[in-house]
């Protein structure tokens, strides 16, 4: 079974603080993403990334940063934590399109972060 | 670009019955799949069920089937002898070729009563 693990399911931080959401897949996927969840606008993608150390935003990237230095492993960065980023956070995973797996993404169970 | 419209916030079924969620899309691509998932109470994400746009027929899994229309830009789920298990937030997803990338729809929420 795939496994997608994020490092932290609750975080609380400070407005101003700089904040690392960690991302760990088991399964040698090509492709990550950092999405963010919220009531009534469903997921919205941040960032992903197609391979290591490449990275592309995705449709609300402003105040987000990401970093992918090995294949399992992506993070994303909040530079300067702002009360208008509380929300949930989910990591996903997936092959290469054109494989067989042909785009199913596998997530990680979220991180429920609170900017106070 | 990708639009994805769910227009059930909320639905609720009794045990054993059928439910339908709904979904409607955009999209200017022409190879592309298309994707329901749930989020159980617990968060974690998994895929229901997955159409490929060029396939006519429709998908299914086990009590879990999709009436794709491509003209119309429709991908409903049908959930049939209901359990309470299915209580959950369910999203539809199309999405395209370039990077395996996902356009979520604002989810359905289904509430399965005993």
């Not at chain 1, 960065?77 to 092959?95: F, G, V």
Request: net charge neutral.
């Amino acid at each position: 079974d795939v496994k997608v693990t994020q490092s932290s399911r609750y975080l609380v931080k400070r407005t101003g603080e700089k904040v690392f959401l960690e991302c760990v897949q088991d399964m040698d996927h090509e492709n990550m993403f950092w999405y963010r969840q919220d009531p009534g606008l469903g997921l919205r993608l941040i960032y992903f990334s197609y391979d290591v150390k490449m990275k592309e935003k995705g449709d609300i990237p402003e105040g987000y940063s990401v970093s992918r230095e090995k294949k399992e492993r992506f993070s994303l960065i909040l530079e300067s934590a702002s009360t208008n980023q509380t929300s949930m956070y989910l990591c996903a995973s997936s092959l290469s399109p054109g494989t067989v797996a042909k785009n199913i993404q596998y997530f990680g169970a979220g991180t429920r972060l609170s900017v106070l | 670009a990708q639009t994805v419209t769910q227009s059930q916030p909320e639905m609720s079924v009794q045990e054993a019955e059928t439910v339908t969620l709904s979904c409607t899309y955009d999209t200017s691509e022409n190879n592309y799949y298309l994707f329901w998932y749930k989020q159980p109470p617990s968060r974690q994400m998994i895929l229901v069920i997955r159409q490929e746009a060029y396939k006519q027929q429709n998908a299914t899994e086990n009590r879990f089937s999709v009436n794709f229309q491509k003209a119309a830009k429709s991908f409903s789920l049908k959930i049939s002898d209901s359990q309470l298990g299915d209580t959950a937030m369910y999203f539809c997803a199309p999405g395209g070729t370039s990077y395996g990338k996902l356009t979520f729809g604002q989810g359905t929420i289904l509430t399965v009563h005993p």
